[in-house]
């Protein structure tokens, strides 16, 4: 379901894509959206994976560095069915990981020192699994092609809020005679500045969350252990509020838990500090689903596989 999920949402990226571009230059300007987001696919598809790595102060670990580790992502990855992934750790505090690369032969796989204090064995055997899922489904590549797209719609966007700016495009209109300056023009560069960039976020945070259920179904199917994932999800939730990441913004969505949210005030109370299982309104804006409904799912996960 959630494979289907993502390919629709993809084909309506693809469409807002070209829908910017047409109504910022008809034919041409879709023939350069997709140029941009061609150009800008071909650097990510290359190079995002060592972005990655670098923005998180990653540095790759031998067996012989950590071989607890290793052994687990050997496990793991053998249980998958993939190459082992590179394996890297960050020296922070704050329990995550994420994994990155263009394809299961060039992967890598990221933890903190945070998780690695933070989770027994089995738990973090299960966000290992949960990690060589979005290896094994190609998550990052699609995530990659999703941003990329979104950043070009963006780029558009600018484009047409220049172009209003400074009075429009000029010459020959849509509506039969007032050119870019007539209502139908306007509306389309409203439409392109403003609208456009929303709705493409909002459909790239939910292709992201549900290739985050798709690799906690994967990831569960694999290890064996759906509950140990849930309980480390858990962990991690409350983990993170109380010692959040710093991170860019652009790769929150790699980490298994948003890295992003802010700590807990002193004066809050136990309930305050319990993590929301979010809903409504905010969801929408959230790259990661609430992590009570990801343990509720894995939970109810059927165990005779």
């Known amino acids: 379901m959630n494979t289907i999920k993502t390919f629709v949402l993809m084909l309506v990226m693809s469409g807002l894509l070209l829908l910017a571009g047409f109504f910022l230059g008809g034919m041409t300007g879709i023939i350069i959206a997709l140029v941009i987001s061609l150009g800008i696919n071909f650097f990510a598809y290359w190079s995002s994976d060592k972005l990655a790595l670098r923005m998180a102060h990653a540095y790759e670990v031998s067996p012989e560095d950590d071989r607890d580790l290793h052994q687990i992502v050997d496990e793991q990855a053998a249980r998958a069915g993939i190459p082992k992934p590179k394996v890297y750790i960050i020296k922070n505090d704050s329990p995550n990981a994420f994994a990155t690369g263009r394809n299961p032969n060039h992967a890598a796989i990221a933890v903190t020192t945070g998780i690695k204090r933070l989770l027994n064995r089995e738990e973090l055997g299960g966000v290992i699994a949960h990690e060589l899922a979005h290896v094994g489904n190609r998550d990052t590549l699609i995530m990659t ?158 165990t005779d596989w």
């Open 145 to 302: 092609t999703v941003a990329t797209i979104a950043m070009a719609i963006g780029f558009i966007a600018l484009i047409a809020r220049f172009s209003m700016f400074f009075g429009g495009f000029g010459g020959r209109g849509r509506g039969g005679g007032g050119g870019y300056g007539s209502i139908i023009g306007i509306v389309g560069l409203l439409v392109v500045a403003i609208v456009l960039p929303i709705v493409a976020t909002l459909v790239r945070l939910s292709i992201s969350r549900a290739r985050e259920y798709q690799a906690d179904s994967t990831g569960a199917r694999t290890s064996g252990n759906p509950n140990a994932l849930a309980d480390a999800l858990e962990k991690l939730e409350m983990g993170s509020l109380r010692q959040p990441m710093r991170v860019s913004e652009g790769v929150a969505h790699l980490y298994i838990v948003n890295p992003l949210k802010g700590a807990p005030s002193e004066g809050d109370s136990s309930e305050e500090r319990a993590p929301k299982s979010g809903g409504g309104f905010s969801k929408l804006f959230s790259s990661h689903p609430p992590i009570p409904e990801r343990a509720r799912r894995l939970r109810n996960m059927r």
